[in-house]
Nanobody, 123 residues
Framework: QVRLVESGGGSVQVGGSLRLSCAAS????????MGWFRQAPGKEREGIAS???????LYVDSVKGRFTISQDNAKKTVYLQMNSLKPEDTAMYYC?????????????????WGQGTQVTVSS
């Protein structure tokens, strides 16, 4: 059974950093597509970063240069390093996975989801 568990969220001031972790079980992270999404209150869930089985990473423009997605195959964990955080980064953050993803930005492409971890950035 595939299971994803996020951790690392919290409250931070503008300009601060957080590292989110997504621990996977039931499969090897190196064999699937992994994505990070976020959802702010009243807004749709948006894809912000992804990494494929070849290690290729993609980012949405709003986080490019500030966020880094990476994976540790031995630990079956995917990370999202978030630097230079802004108030607009405040959201619930989710990791997602699937064996194949056509459009990495779309939540419907992923069948497996974690429970989410809250990130709050205050000024």
């Amino acid at each position: 059974q595939v299971r994803l568990v996020e951790s690392g969220g919290g409250s931070v001031q503008v300009g601060g950093s957080l590292r989110l972790s997504c621990a996977a079980s039931g499969y090897a992270v190196s064999s699937v597509y992994m994505g990070w999404f976020r959802q702010a209150p009243g807004k749709e869930r948006e894809g912000i970063a992804s990494i494929d089985r070849f290690g290729t990473t993609l980012y949405v423009d709003s986080v490019k240069g500030r966020f880094t997605i990476s994976q540790d195959n031995a630990k079956k964990t995917v990370y999202l390093q978030m630097n230079s955080l802004k108030p607009e980064d405040t959201a619930m953050y989710y990791c997602a996975a699937d064996s194949y993803v056509g459009n990495w930005l779309e939540s419907y492409e992923y069948n497996y989801w974690g429970q989410g971890t809250q990130v709050t950035v205050s000024s």
